[in-house]
């Protein structure tokens, strides 16, 4: 059972900055790529960012430059650095894990709200 482990999210201001994290509790060699996705009420999941297992990145335009997706092998977890935050950003995020040959898996989600 394949259990992805988020933290990070909360209330922040316009302008300022958060980092998600996600440990997943597989191997290093099971993961294909981790990503970033985000979703608000009444509209689909969307991609944020993801990265390969070979360190490609790919990033949902409206965030790049604001945004960084990376990852610590030793500790199975990906991490999304958001700066500047604005109250567009407002979702709850999801942290996806997609495994060799087993599909992928979702983390139940963590609010990121963006108010003053």
């Known amino acids: 059972q394949v259990q992805l482990v988020e933290s990070g999210g909360g209330l922040v201001q316009p302008g300022g900055s958060l980092r998600l994290s996600c440990a997943a509790s597989v191997s290093i060699s099971s993961i294909n790529a981790m990503g970033w996705y985000r979703q608000v009420p009444g509209k689909e999941r969307e991609l944020v960012a993801s990265?390969?297992?070979?360190?490609?990145?790919v990033y949902a335009d409206s965030e790049k430059g604001r945004f960084t997706i990376f990852r610590d092998h030793t500790k199975n977890t990906v991490y999304l650095q958001m700066n500047n935050l604005n109250p567009e950003d407002t979702a709850v995020y999801y942290c996806?894990?997609?495994?060799?040959?087993?599909?992928?898996?979702w983390g139940r989600g963590i609010q990121v709200t963006v108010s003053s």
């Open positions: 990265i390969s297992s070979g360190g490609s990145t």
């Open positions: 996806n894990v997609v495994l060799y040959g087993l599909g992928s898996r």
